[in-house]
């Protein structure tokens, strides 16, 4: 079973930092990860996806996926306090075209 | 939500009935799946369609089914509740297009099986 680990935190940083987020995955051979944000009591949503090599910017958000070394990472600049919540990272599974999901990093950022 | 809804989106049941949960879309997506999420365990995958009709168990199956009779409904039925079974259920759609492999979620049913 393909695994996908990340640290549940919390990871707290203050306003206006870059918050850096992790996740570890057992497959060498997994092409694409997803990172989701995930505000208490709310559903996942998505906040990028990454297919190749290297980082992807989208806005404060930068995702790098370095397939060396099976880690993905999500950076936040200029952090602020709504960005506070859970991120989500998803990597395929043994079938399909489906998701395995990693338990999620708890994000708090402090005014 | 990207047209996706779940009803009921709350529910409390007790042990030993039955109980099922709808996802209905409005995308046209192809693939549809269910989730449960739990504290320490994140989101474990129940089961999941690629079509009408085709449906197919995923990491967590045991005590549940499914069907899907069109496109835009995906019915996850919990035969026998248990208190085991008390969660959050997400439904998610995706179209599985090229290289781009995104789910979206509906907003979820907390389910509670006393």
């Known amino acids: 079973q393909k695994e996908v680990e990340q640290n549940s935190g919390p990871l707290s940083v203050p306003e206006g930092a870059i918050a850096s987020l992790n996740c570890t995955y057992s497959?060498?051979?997994?092409?694409?990860f997803f990172w989701y944000r995930q505000y208490s009591g709310k559903s996942p949503e998505l906040i990028m996806f990454i297919y190749s090599n290297g980082d992807k910017e989208d806005g404060r958000f930068t995702a790098q996926l370095n397939k060396a070394s099976q880690y993905v990472s999500l950076l936040i600049r200029d952090s602020q306090p709504s960005d506070s919540a859970t991120y989500l990272c998803?990597?395929?599974?043994?079938?399909?075209?489906?998701?395995?999901f990693g338990p999620g990093t708890r994000l708090s950022v402090l005014p | 939500d990207a047209g996706i809804t779940q009803s009921p989106r709350h529910k409390v049941t007790e042990t030993g009935t039955p109980v099922t949960l709808r996802c209905h879309q409005t995308?046209?997506?192809?693939?549809m799946y269910w989730y449960r999420q739990d504290p320490g365990h994140g989101l474990r995958l129940i089961h999941y369609?690629?079509?009408?009709?085709?449906?197919d168990k995923g990491e967590v199956s045991d005590g549940y089914s499914v069907s899907r009779s069109k496109t835009e409904d995906f019915l996850l039925t919990l035969e026998s509740a248990t208190s085991s079974q008390t969660s959050v259920y997400f439904c998610a759609i995706s179209e599985n297009r090229d290289r781009d492999h995104t789910q979206y979620f509906g907003p979820g049913t907390r389910l509670t099986v006393l």
């Open positions: 369609s690629y079509g009408v009709k085709d449906t």
């Open positions: 995308e046209n997506h192809r693939y």
């Open positions: 497959d060498r051979g997994s092409q694409s």
């Open positions: 998803a990597g395929p599974a043994n079938y399909g075209q489906n998701f395995v």
